[in-house]
């Protein structure tokens, strides 16, 4: 995933589902690849980059922000964190956005440098990933609004606490920001979510598909458009400024799709 190894379970899927749903599970998610976007340009870069409307975005607030290509097909589905008034960080989806990101910006000669910063994310997520996060960091968390984010330092462990993740049950994301503590910030985060009931695992498919969360490059091929992922309320395709495949947006708006993906309720035993 992203040009790197990530863990695809720890021995009992059951349980893994199990701690997600009931408990706290926490998943190294470190293929979740950072791309740092800096310099006076910054803004304009990422705002050419996605159909969503980021004007009104501050520092320490992150954004889902779908990117397409001049075709209008999705091409990564990222957050978007504005770490201060110059930079923007995208923690992206499978796909090469960096090399993506650093053309459009050398085409469309910005004012910017676009590259991966040393950043290693971990995700606590479940019901009680909140109150393993606030024993580690503090009940400040507890008042994080979502996809808010702050910087830490965790026993000199430098993290970005970020109430995000790839699930629908509640949790976390500590963008850990020097990856020789790797080891050091998950054994902090397992011996505080002991009491809780943590224990590894990854992001759950099973979870995603329940709680109607897209997965990039699973659900998606090299012709898919933000209209049929319903993707539409992350869209602001008729605001004044140009951005990557807005003409082409324009027009799938206007003649409709031919395929959306939905999900479906199916009685079990």
């Given at each position: 995933?992203?040009?790197?190894?990530?863990?695809?379970?720890?021995?009992?899927?059951?349980a893994e589902y199990d701690r997600l749903i009931n408990k706290v599970a926490m998943w190294d998610v470190s293929v979740e690849r950072q791309v740092a976007i800096v310099g006076r340009n910054a803004k304009d870069l990422v705002k050419y980059l996605t159909p969503r409307n980021i004007d009104n975005?501050?520092?320490?607030?992150?954004?889902?922000?779908?990117?397409?290509?001049?075709n209008g097909t999705?091409?990564?589905?990222?957050?978007?964190?504005?770490?201060?008034?110059?930079e923007y960080w995208l923690s992206i989806a499978d796909s090469d956005i960096r090399l993506w990101a650093a053309g459009i910006g050398?085409?469309?000669?910005?004012d910017v440098e676009v590259y991966e910063p040393d950043v290693s994310p971990l995700a606590?997520?479940?019901?009680?990933?909140?109150?393993v996060i606030a024993s580690l960091c503090g009940n400040w968390v507890r008042d994080l609004k979502y996809f808010g984010f702050r910087d830490f330092e965790l026993n000199g462990v430098p993290v970005i606490v970020a109430r995000s993740g790839w699930s629908k049950q509640g949790g976390f994301e500590l963008y850990l920001l020097d990856s020789s503590k790797g080891?050091?910030?998950?054994?902090?985060?397992?011996?505080?979510?002991?009491?809780?009931?943590?224990?590894?695992?990854?992001p759950n498919y099973?979870?995603?598909?329940?709680?109607?969360?897209?997965?990039?490059?699973?659900?998606?091929?090299?012709?898919?458009?933000?209209?049929e992922?319903?993707?539409?309320?992350?869209?602001?395709?008729?605001?004044?400024?140009?951005?990557?495949?807005?003409?082409?947006?324009?027009?799938?708006?206007?003649?409709?799709v031919s395929r959306r993906f939905m999900g479906l309720m199916i009685d079990g035993a």
């Open positions: 995933y992203n040009r790197m190894y990530m863990p695809t379970g720890y021995g009992d899927a059951a975005i501050k520092i320490g607030q992150g954004r889902y922000v779908p990117i397409c290509d001049f999705v091409i990564n589905d990222p957050v978007l964190l504005q770490i201060s008034e110059d050398g085409a469309k000669n910005f606590v997520q479940g019901p009680k990933a909140e109150d080891t050091t910030l998950w054994n902090l985060v397992a011996e505080a979510g002991e009491p809780f009931g943590i224990g590894p695992g990854t099973i979870e995603r598909i329940e709680s109607g969360l897209v997965s990039y490059g699973a659900d998606t091929d090299e012709m898919t458009n933000p209209f992922l319903g993707l539409d309320r992350f869209m602001d395709i008729d605001q004044p400024h140009d951005f990557v495949g807005k003409t082409a947006l324009q027009v799938i708006k206007r003649e409709g």
